[in-house]
């Protein structure tokens, strides 16, 4: 059985959003409304960082912007 290259190289977490489809995420956040009061972190933002905080270990937003030395206001 022959292993597939498709993925040589690339690392998890490419691998986990070339599987999530943008149109995809905008048709769900559509549907329930969720970027209705978004300014500048939308829906595919926020699936990013969550999918790196989890790959990661962290255990909030706060702790991947801490340790990612971004600013984050309370």
Known sequence: ????TNFIGQPILNQLLF????????????KHDAERYVKKFGTRKH????LFGVIEGY????????QQNLVFIP
């Open 19 to 30: 599987f999530v489809k943008h149109v995809n995420i905008n048709k769900i956040a559509n």
């Open 59 to 66: 255990h909030s937003i706060r702790e991947v912007a801490h």
């Open 47 to 50: 699936l990013i960082v969550m």
């Open 1 to 4: 059985m022959r292993k597939s």
